[in-house]
């Protein structure tokens, strides 16, 4: 089956110039809107699909700029005997590196035979499609693929007018499932000859009146109709045009009615079966008519979960539940920069495949701030909803979404990733143990932005320092309810050296003013990590209801520094 090595578009659409080599199986393209990833599916399908007319108009060249030709070019690999056949295409015939993804324009040693074929559009809208090969341009020779081998090799797409791939007509998947052939003509013929017999019956009763009148006319104008007109089916009125013949079910009723989703699902198990020469398949809006449960088997059905997979699928998703479902080589961003667009595959970054099952959602968004842990998260996730609560914007719909690093060790590898893939991108850490300086500044050169507690702090201890009397009982409370009294004693004892326990501390909320000794001690004891002690709020949703419920609520009037931190997180996180 043919693959797509490469992919060159200049100048359609909102694409100014793109150089894109895809991988032989599933290509799902995210980004954000507008980005131009239908605009791909669109290049691939106008240079590739079996037609001999293409409607262009002056909004399909970039910034309505017609002087500036359309161009898409794309280099197809993995050929079949027929396109490699020296009598067919032998001018044409190059060679691709698959390491250096390079084309040379004759075969040689070590490359890959392709073809690549070309659409350009100048500014009289004509599209003109070619081989391209510089031996055969300085002989003069000019020619495109055969109509039989455009037809065979033409994709597949996917979308709200595929429903024809459900009735046997020109270009259908039905028509390729087979050599069989249907012709309806016979049969439609009979039976418009036995409803003219029965329709001629009733038809004087239904249309006398109409009847007099055309013979009357008739007579005045000297046209023999005889002695009256009469109303008759013709037994060639019946049109057999492509789509007579379509696919009902059992109770008759045609399968194109089905919902949209059942007809995408129908559709690829279609293409799969008749996977051959033609094997590429066009996706556009994945998840559109489809629930959870029916993405996952869509994508089933495209061979997302197959080692070998037998179709090259080219798809658009905003779906999480589609990106959690593929591997890190199967996602690539679309990324629009200054002069031109970039397609950044994830598989260059492995050690995302954990992100892209836990946080999916964040490769579908503009930002991501990287945080040390889950409860950084919860923290800035719960600071968010008290700012909502007040009128103030979501960080969500600004398209900022949180990722945890699962410990600092991980913290620049996951961001570095990020930021590599052209995401906006930010850390927030705890200090009191910190990544190799080298690569934070590294970091920050490509401007990444650092959010950190004060030096040598950690989360609980910045709770605990900061936060007013009421909130630190509250912080306490909290505490109380998953542990008992002589645990949170026992704790509160080991991080002060016997200095502190759970009555002084209670005795200084009560007189409204706690020794920093004390805050100190409920900090570290919060934070855990000391003799196995598990930390008091270590989980996304516990530190969560705490930045909603505690820090929101009493933030002006706790430490300045304390606030500068969340509010500067915050900033970040809504201008995205």
């Known amino acids: 089956m043919a693959t797509i090595r490469k992919i060159e578009i200049e100048n359609f659409r909102g694409i100014k110039h793109l150089v894109w080599h895809p991988q032989p199986g599933l290509n799902c393209l995210v980004g954000p809107g507008d980005s131009g990833k239908s605009t791909i599916l669109d290049a691939i399908d106008i240079c590739l699909g079996a037609r001999r007319t293409l409607q262009i108009i002056d909004a399909d060249f970039f910034e309505l700029a017609v002087e500036n030709a359309i161009s898409i070019t794309l280099t197809l690999g993995n050929l079949g005997s027929e396109l490699k056949s020296i009598d067919g295409y032998a001018s044409y015939l190059r060679g691709y590196d698959k390491t250096s993804q390079t084309v040379e324009d004759e075969p040689g040693k070590g490359l890959e035979t392709v073809l690549s074929l070309n659409l350009r559009v100048e500014s009289d809208l004509e599209p003109v499609w070619s081989l391209i090969s510089d031996r055969a341009h300085a002989a003069g020779q000019a020619r495109g693929l055969s109509w039989t081998d455009r037809n065979n090799l033409s994709p597949v797409r996917i979308g709200a007018l595929s429903d024809h791939n459900l009735s046997w007509r020109r270009g259908s998947l039905l ?16 039976a418009a000859r036995s409803a003219r017999k029965s329709f001629g019956v009733d038809a004087e009763k239904n249309l006398g009146k109409a009847l007099a009148v055309v013979t009357q006319v008739a007579g005045d104008l000297g046209i023999d109709v005889g002695v009256k007109a009469r109303a008759e089916l013709e037994a060639h009125s019946v049109s057999v045009t492509a789509g007579t013949i379509s696919l009902h079910d059992d109770t008759g009723v045609p399968l194109r009615r089905l919902g949209i989703g059942s007809t995408r699902l129908m559709i690829s198990g279609l293409q799969q079966k008749i996977a051959s020469e033609s094997a590429i398949l066009l996706v556009d809006e994945l998840e559109h008519g489809l629930e959870p449960h029916r993405i996952i088997r869509f994508l089933d059905n495209l061979g997302a ?67 040390e842990g889950a409860s950084e998260v919860g923290l800035v996730r ?60 590294d970091f920050q050169l490509a401007d990444g932005e650092i959010f950190t507690w004060r030096k040598g702090k950690k989360l609980e201890v910045e709770l605990f320092d900061s936060l007013p009397v009421e909130a630190v009982k509250t912080l306490l409370e909290r505490a109380l309810e998953d ?66 419920e505690v820090v929101g609520r009493n933030l002006t009037d706790s430490d300045a520094p304390f606030v500068k931190v969340v509010l500067d997180i915050r900033k970040w996180c809504i201008h995205a």
């Not at 779906?319 to 996602?331: G, H, K, M, Y």
């Not at 005795?507 to 855990?528: I, K, Y």
């Open 483 to 548: 542990r008992s009294e002589g645990e949170i004693d026992s704790q509160v004892r080991s991080y002060s050296n016997n200095l502190v326990t759970l009555e002084t501390v209670r005795a200084q909320c009560g007189a409204g003013a706690l020794e920093p000794a004390t805050r100190l001690a409920l900090g570290n004891a919060a934070g855990g990590n000391k003799e196995g002690k598990k930390a008091w709020f270590k989980s996304v949703g516990a530190m969560e209801e705490i930045g909603r």
């Open 175 to 190: 028509n390729r499932l087979s050599d069989e052939t249907a012709d309806a003509s016979v049969a439609l013929l009979d």
């Open 305 to 371: 979960k197959q080692k070998d997979q037998p179709l090259q699928v080219f798809l658009t998703s905003h779906s999480p539940v589609a990106v959690r479902e593929l591997s890190v080589e199967q996602l690539s961003i679309v990324r629009s920069l200054a002069a031109r667009h970039e397609v950044r595959w994830v598989g260059d970054h492995a050690d995302l495949q954990g992100t892209v099952r836990l946080y999916p959602e964040a490769f579908l968004a503009r930002s991501v701030l990287v945080c």
């Open 382 to 441: 719960g600071v968010d909803q008290s700012r909502v609560d007040l009128g103030k914007r979501s960080m969500h719909a600004s398209g900022t979404c949180l990722v945890s690093a699962n410990g600092y060790s991980n913290i620049m590898s996951r961001a570095n990733a990020f930021q590599a893939l052209g995401y906006r991108v930010a850390t927030f850490r705890d200090d009191d143990y910190q990544p190799p300086l080298a690569e934070e500044l």
